[in-house]
Nanobody
Framework: QVQLVESGGGLVQPGGSLRLSCAASGFTFHYYAVGWFRQAPGKEREGVAHLSSRHDSTIYTDSVKGRFTISIDNAKNTVYLQMNSLKPEDTGVYYC??????????????WGQGTQVTVSS
C-alpha cells in the first residue's frame, strides 16, 4: 500500500526551527518529484518547496527562500523539510506529495495526511 506519512510538526516560537519528515512506504522516491505544501486557515494550499524527479534541483516559493531546505535520504526513503527562522505566517498544515517524472509537484500522485506547524509566541 502506497503511503506518505508526515511528522515533525508542532508549536515553535518565532525565529525557531523545525524539521519535517515525509516517510514513504509501498514505493520509493526514485523518479518522483517531491513537494512540500502548506495550507493556512482560510487560505489556499500553496507549494513551498519542491525536489525534482531526478533529485538534482529544488524550487522554493519566495517567502521561504533562504530559510527552508528540502532534502532526501534515499536509504531511509524519507524527504525532509528543514525550516529555520520561522515566522507566524509559516503557520499551517504541511503536506508532502509526490508526482512522477516532473520538475515539481503539480497535481500530486500521492499525498500525505499533513502535520500541523504553529509559529507563535
Amino acid at each position: 500500500q502506497v503511503q506518505l506519512v508526515e511528522s515533525g510538526g508542532g508549536l515553535v516560537q518565532p525565529g525557531g526551527s523545525l524539521r519535517l519528515s515525509c516517510a514513504a512506504s509501498g514505493f520509493t522516491f526514485h523518479y518522483y518529484a517531491v513537494g512540500w505544501f502548506r495550507q493556512a486557515p482560510g487560505k489556499e494550499r500553496e507549494g513551498v518547496a519542491h525536489l525534482s524527479s531526478r533529485h538534482d534541483s529544488t524550487i522554493y516559493t519566495d517567502s521561504v527562500k533562504g530559510r527552508f531546505t528540502i532534502s532526501i535520504d534515499n536509504a531511509k526513503n524519507t524527504v525532509y523539510l528543514q525550516m529555520n527562522s520561522l515566522k507566524p505566517e509559516d503557520t499551517g498544515v504541511y503536506y508532502c506529495a509526490v508526482e512522477k517524472g516532473r520538475r515539481k509537484v503539480v497535481g500530486g500522485d500521492y499525498w500525505g495526511q499533513g502535520t500541523q506547524v504553529t509559529v507563535s509566541s
